[in-house]
């Protein structure tokens, strides 16, 4: 484990190296724009605001956590600063240290040592994997915190779980919301089989879960709800990646022309009418568009859905076509038979229910890194199965040719 780590820690500190060396600091923060400027308008005192300019008020256009983390760093390193930036790059770094420690305890816990060292050994040294250290977003925590909510899901389905157990998932739901809220698309699944699992016996403790992770939210879904008026759990930009993805002349999966950071219409937009009413004009204009428009939708979702599992970021394109294909093999399988049901719940989840708010909107090829450690284990556990069935097989046709003819 202490190797995997190292190797994940060594692999994405040489890439930060050679990135910071050749890299101007102000192209780092601009990847990140809107975390850092929001972070920036919370140093000068101007509140959780300005995504995208000065001044331009509240917003709800990301989840909190994040922009707090940036904000920390601007506040003692100064605004923008090198400092700042190898503070995140540094949080990058310990967040996939930790990571590969827990993909292998997921793998051991769920599957074998060999297929526990294979998967956190993809993941450590993949390209892809190691190319998002580089970037200042919530990628790195939210990364470590779907790893966590996994390993979490593994303790608490167990009989001998203690209550602090299931007050730690929980806080683990309420701080994964406030960093990524796609997280919480893996949430019901869980707590739904927990509720119901061994006849109802957690069902006590479920609900103590949900609790806390309620309770974690519910302070910026009132503070949302007195700066717009109306219910925003975490995050309301819902109706702009919508809009983003469904308008007339998109260009496929990942188009962001009518971004406002891309597209000066669409920011004077959004500085006019104020965010609330832009996300609801966004999300009104979607809508209509999906409704008039149900072939073009259904070839842009199709074609959103390849790019989810298809799309490299640094690699060619075999390698996530080959692991997402023995990921889907390998839940199906941990799902049709009997005896791993229980534990194929988190990786169904993250299958199936993660990328759902993407396939509608618009895919990134980097959405999918919260989920890539379980991509990675559900590789190597198809990997390894396979091995298996043909050894297994060579050994029968083996000791059948060795029999002595009748």
């Known amino acids: 484990m202490l190797a995997l780590s190292g190797l994940a820690l060594a692999a994405r500190f040489v890439i930060v190296l050679m990135y910071v060396h050749t890299t101007p600091v102000a192209d780092f923060w601009t990847f990140g724009f809107e975390p850092s400027h929001i972070a920036a308008a919370l140093v000068r005192g101007f509140g959780f605001s300005s995504p995208f300019t000065d001044h331009s008020g509240p917003t709800a256009w990301i989840p909190p956590a994040y922009p707090w983390l940036i904000a920390a760093a601007f506040k003692v390193f100064g605004i923008y600063s090198a400092g700042a930036l190898w503070f995140m790059l540094a949080l990058n770094l310990v967040c996939a240290t930790l990571t590969a420690a827990v993909i292998y305890l997921i793998g051991l816990r769920c599957f074998s040592p060999e297929i526990a060292f294979g998967g956190a050994f993809l993941w450590a040294a993949s390209p892809d994997a190691v190319a998002m250290s580089v970037r200042i977003w919530d990628i790195g925590p939210a990364t470590l915190l779907g790893a966590l909510l996994v390993l979490w899901y593994l303790r608490v389905v167990q009989p001998e ?223 390894f199965t396979c091995l298996e069935r043909i050894s297994a097989r060579g050994t029968a046709a083996s000791a059948a040719s060795s029999l002595p003819d009748s």
């Open 161 to 383: 779980a203690r209550p602090r157990d299931w007050m730690i998932y929980g806080t683990l739901w309420g701080v994964s919301a406030l960093v990524s809220t796609t997280l919480l698309a893996m949430m019901p699944l869980a707590m739904i089989v927990l509720f119901l699992h061994d006849r109802g016996r957690m069902r006590r403790q479920t609900a103590l879960a949900v609790g806390i992770a309620i309770l974690i939210m519910l302070p910026w879904t009132i503070r949302n709800y007195a700066q717009f008026g109306r219910l925003i759990p975490i995050r309301g930009n819902f109706g702009a990646e919508l809009w983003a993805g469904n308008h007339p002349g998109v260009q496929g999966p990942s188009d962001e022309s009518l971004h406002p950071l891309k597209s000066e219409e669409e920011l004077n937009a959004y500085l006019t009418m104020g965010e609330s009413k832009y996300m609801a004009v966004c999300q009104r204009q979607a809508t209509t568009f999906i409704r008039q428009n149900p072939r073009p939708f259904a070839v842009l979702t199709r074609e959103r859905i390849l790019s989810f599992w298809t799309a490299p970021l640094v690699m060619t394109s075999a390698w996530p076509i080959g692991c997402s294909v023995l990921a889907w093999v390998s839940t199906i399988l941990l799902l049709v038979r009997r005896a791993t049901r229980l534990v194929a719940v988190p990786f169904a989840a993250a299958m199936f229910f993660f990328p759902f708010s993407y396939y509608i909107s618009h895919a990134e090829s980097y959405f999918r890194s919260p989920i890539e450690p379980l991509i990675s284990l559900l590789t190597a556990y198809g990997f």
